[in-house]
């Protein structure tokens, strides 16, 4: 018996041969495929989880009752009576509450998907206040102690009872029998009766801090006044809330802790809020208390993702343009129940506010990454360059034994897709895995390019197979002919065309409505292009020189090198442009970064206004003192208040705020600021017709052009104009004034907010933890350093940091590679040339310094170009990038160079460019003087 044997001269066998004898640059490919298609599915994941992170944290910067769909009714009260079972409130409560929770419910069932999916289920409740609540004999000039009384049909869910009673329900009145009349005779018309005590005192349970702020006992009565009588309360618990972060709470006056204030006579007021039983309600509905009814969806802002962010602002709109019908709107006695209402929110506003910012990020990234992905591009042609060289022996003497062109072209087609769809897969696979976000299809799309780009590539290589020998390409003509010339005169005008429209545009601000900017994004491509295009052109003018030079010196290496480089340069268009693209990319990348970094420090000191800003609960006089005394303070300034105030336009009324301070102290705490608001000495005058204020260019806008313009009802002269916030406010419309001007216009100067200036070399950490233990519980010290921390710590700087840092790697990496490919490619040059040489006595050291001399020349030169244009290309770019998105600034940053971060990125794309140069002059020169004669003589 014999053994059978297989040939392996079949059409997979020989396939497998082929690939087998040289996998080193299909492997390469390969995994230079797998890198770009987990890129294209992980970059577009990675920028949605960012801009989903950054909306959270800027939703997060909103109380909840901004944001929460709302309807607040001062003129109209709650239509009591039960549902049909649809609720899920308590029996009794459902008998007075359920029938309006029920319509409430209807409501929702109505909302918009997108919009039904980021809300919860409604809320309700009535507020009665404020009410003065003195203890019993309390003398005039005492300290005003006014309370706030909540029904809410869904206490218990808020809170728990820490002391005490939960408190009882009043008991209703009776409905009024109408008056019965003789036939015919008209009902006489009766006054209703006015608004009467109850004859049991109205219980409620409050916070502790309440109780002890308002000196207010269990058990202890007191009374509100109620029409002409007086309405007995009495506080039968304490409780805690189940959940104090609760946007529930947001909706209350004043929820948790009471407020602690001055009146403008002096007097102490405290105010605190009690809840009674929702049931009392109907007990006190006819009462006349002053009343609001607030009735919300909570948006649940945890479930927003910005990738919806355009379709939920779209349904907001839809739901907030139409009224529903929550009662009957009748009339009964002096009050109305609730009728046909509409639901307003800031959501919409929040998340265009956020959708800008994430189309101002995703320009920044995607001019970012015009780079990286221009020399990805060029390297994947290099690297199938590399695989075709490899495969061209065998593929012409296949030509020469008669195979077609459409047969080569499907062999090389069929290594490419081997080579390219499984690379593509696996790096899509990891990708999509890596990144746990919804980034759309537009990266598959791109995987699936990065699947057929080796097999395109390839077979476009196929006209260049010849059977006969090749020309030298040193042989060929200089300067590309009239069509190069076309060309590249057509890259010159489409990149001068690009940058003139971007700097006559100007700053880009409407990426939240048109995405990503094409002009933006295409620009430093193109310079870089351009300037790939100006170094072919310009080196070979020093390059000749050397070449004369060297002609007449003795060396062989520096003139044969430099000769060969001039007559056949191993580096065209491509490898020039990865250097070029790389190294300008990572200096723009060094600025950029550098720029971001100072515009966060700019702003946070900005924002904080001084050394320190003590904030959060109105300070008292004591604590104030107490500021000022602390060892290290040189000064401290408040700023006295912060209240809502009426401009009136032209008989328009526009709501803004009111900021008081002192300007001598804020002067003398701001001295030597940059980020200082500034305050004129005019604003200091008093006894003026017209109020001297300082104002945001937002309301400035507003009022101009207007022919009357008044100050609630007052007159006022503007002596400046701020463009943004100030230290003072953190909204962009407010209006300024000195305490001196102010009495008539606010109610207390009650601080909630001092800046303090430190002494020269006071321990800012000592200082800082002081002012903290005077300010107490529920207020906050910040500096410059931790608003900064805080400012980079945003999701939308770090993504912004994270992309720039790796888009330098990236970068200098690429073009590392694309040194080594280029040399690679040229190996089949030097395999004939380096072994005849040697055996004429050249040694090992001047082969490497030849093959240096291939890619040397004109990648010095490339690295120079590239290290300009990374230095002009901040100040074409940045005229259209909005950089205030990173820096959280008002103002567009300057372009800022940091030498240290610019010095090292220039020295690091030095070494790494060296490193490769020095790694691919160590390619070639291993074939025999024999194998190189053979290589002739084939040809």
């Given amino acids: 018996m014999t053994a059978r044997h297989h040939s392996t001269l079949t059409s997979v066998g020989l396939f497998r041969r082929q690939f087998f004898a040289a996998p080193f640059a299909s492997v390469m490919l390969a995994l230079l495929v797998a890198a770009g298609a987990l890129l294209a599915t992980a970059l577009p994941r990675a920028v949605a989880a960012m801009h989903t992170a950054a909306l959270a944290e800027h939703l997060a910067e909103f109380p909840a009752r901004e944001l929460d769909l709302l309807s607040a009714n001062r003129s109209a009260l709650p239509e009591l009576g039960p549902s049909t079972g649809a609720t899920t409130l308590a029996d009794d409560v459902d008998a007075v509450w359920g029938g309006q929770e029920e319509r409430l419910l209807a409501i929702r069932d109505q909302m918009p998907a997108e919009l039904a999916r980021v809300t919860d289920d409604p809320l309700q409740a009535v507020i009665a206040g404020p009410n003065s609540a003195k203890p019993d004999g309390a003398g005039p000039g005492s300290t005003d102690y006014v309370l706030y009384a909540g029904f809410d049909p869904r206490l218990d869910e808020h809170i728990e009872l820490t002391a005490g009673a939960w408190p009882t329900a009043l008991d209703a009145p009776e409905p009024t029998e109408p008056t019965e009349s003789d036939p015919g005779v008209p009902a006489a018309y009766e006054e209703p009766a006015g608004p009467a005590p109850s004859a049991e005192p109205l219980e409620f349970v409050a916070s502790e801090a309440f109780a002890r702020e308002m000196h207010w006992e269990i058990g202890q009565e007191r009374g509100i006044p109620l029409g002409a009588d007086s309405q007995r309360v009495v506080l039968v618990g304490t409780f805690a809330a189940k959940d104090p972060g609760d946007g529930f709470w947001t909706h209350l006056p004043v929820p948790l802790e009471p407020s602690v204030a001055f009146t403008a006579d002096g007097t102490l007021r405290i105010t605190g809020l009690g809840f009674a039983h929702p049931n009392s309600w109907a007990a006190l509905e006819r009462s006349q208390l002053p009343t609001t009814l607030e009735m919300w969806f909570p948006v649940a802002d945890e479930r927003i ?124 696979v990891l990708g999509t895995l890596a990144v746990p976000a919804d980034g759309g299809s537009a990266g598959l799309v791109i995987a699936a390019l990065f699947a057929l780009t080796p097999a395109a590539l390839l077979v476009s290589s196929a006209p260049a197979l010849s059977p006969l020998r090749r020309a030298r390409a040193d042989f060929a003509a200089r300067g590309g ?177 009111l ?120 207020a906050t010290v910040t500096t410059p350093t931790m608003l900064r921390d805080e400012l980079a710590g945003a999701s939308v700087t770090q993504g912004l940091v994270v992309s720039l840092v790796g888009a330098i790697v990236l970068s200098s990496l690429l073009t590392a590679l694309a040194i080594v490919l280029t040399l690679v490619v040229g190996r089949p040059a030097r395999e004939r040339l380096l072994p005849l040489l040697t055996t004429l006595g050249l040694r090992r050291r001047g082969e490497r310094a030849l093959v240096a001399w291939e890619v040397g020349p004109v990648v010095v030169v490339a690295l120079v170009a590239g290290a300009l244009l990374g230095v002009v290309l901040p100040f074409v770019v940045l005229q259209g990038i909005d950089l205030r998105a990173f820096t959280g600034a008002d103002q567009q940053p300057g372009v800022v160079f940091d030498p240290w971060l610019i010095g090292a990125v220039l020295v690091g794309s030095v070494v790494v460019t060296g490193l490769a140069v020095l790694l691919a002059s160590r390619v070639g020169g291993e074939a025999s003087a024999a194998r190189a004669m053979r290589k002739e003589e084939e040809g």
Avoid: H
Avoid at 306 to 320: G, I, N, V, Y
Avoid at 332 to 352: K, N, R
Avoid at 720 to 732: K, S
């Fill in 305 to 428: 993702r910005a990738d919806r962010s355009a379709e939920l602002r779209s349904d907001l709109d839809e739901f907030t343009s139409v009224g529903y019908p929550v009662g009957s709107g009748e009339w009964e006695y002096y009050f109305s129940t609730i009728g046909v209402v509409g639901f307003s929110s800031g959501l919409g506003d929040a998340l265009a506010t956020a959708a800008t910012a994430a189309g101002a990020s995703d320009t920044v990234l995607a001019t970012v990454a015009s780079g990286p992905i221009g020399v990805m591009v060029a390297v994947l042609v290099l690297g199938a360059r590399v695989v075709f060289e490899r495969r061209r022996q065998g593929l012409e003497l296949a030509a020469a034994r008669g195979a077609s062109t459409g047969q080569l072209r499907g062999i090389l087609a069929v290594e490419g897709a081997v080579i390219g769809v499984p690379a593509a897969a696996i790096g899509a």
């Fill in 659 to 778: 900021i008081v301070v002192d300007a001598d102290e804020m002067r003398a705490v701001q001295a030597g600021r940059s980020g200082a608001t500034p305050l004129p000495d005019e604003l200091s005058e008093t006894g003026a017709d017209a109020v001297p204020v300082v104002i945001s260019k937002v309301i400035a806008d507003s009022i101009e052009g207007a022919e009357d313009v008044e100050l609630d009802r007052d007159a006022f002269e503007v002596v400046g104009v701020v463009d943004g916030r100030t230290a003072y406010w953190p909204r962009t419309s407010w209006v300024l004034m000195d305490r001196d001007n102010a009495d008539g216009f606010v109610g207390t100067f009650v601080p909630d907010r001092v800046l303090v200036r430190f002494e020269p070399g006071a321990d800012a950490a000592a200082v800082t933890a002081e002012l903290g233990e005077i300010a107490g519980e529920g």
């Fill in 481 to 657: 002919g009239r069509l190069r010339w076309i060309l590249e005169a057509l890259v010159a005008i489409v990149a001068v065309a690009a940058v003139v429209l971007l700097l006559r545009r100007g700053l880009a601000t409407s990426a939240a409505d048109v995405g990503v900017d094409p002009l933006l994004a295409a620009v430093p491509l193109l310079l870089a292009v351009l300037t790939c295009l100006i170094v072919l052109r310009l080196y070979p003018i020093p390059l000749a020189a050397i070449v004369r030079a060297a002609s007449r010196g003795r060396g062989l290496v520096a003139f044969l090198g430099s000769a060969r480089a001039l007559r056949d340069p191993s580096a065209g268009v491509v490898p020039v442009l990865t250097v070029v693209v790389g190294v300008s990319i990572a200096m723009f990348s060094a600025v950029l970064l550098g720029t971001v970094q100072a515009g966060v420090d700019d702003a946070a000191d900005a924002r904080v206004g001084a050394d320190a800003a003590v904030a959060g609960i109105p300070f008292t006089l004591e604590q104030q003192e107490a500021f000022a005394d602390v060892p290290g303070v040189e000064a401290i300034a408040p700023v006295y208040a912060t209240d809502s105030i009426q401009v009136g336009i032209d008989g328009r009324l526009r709501t803004t705020t």
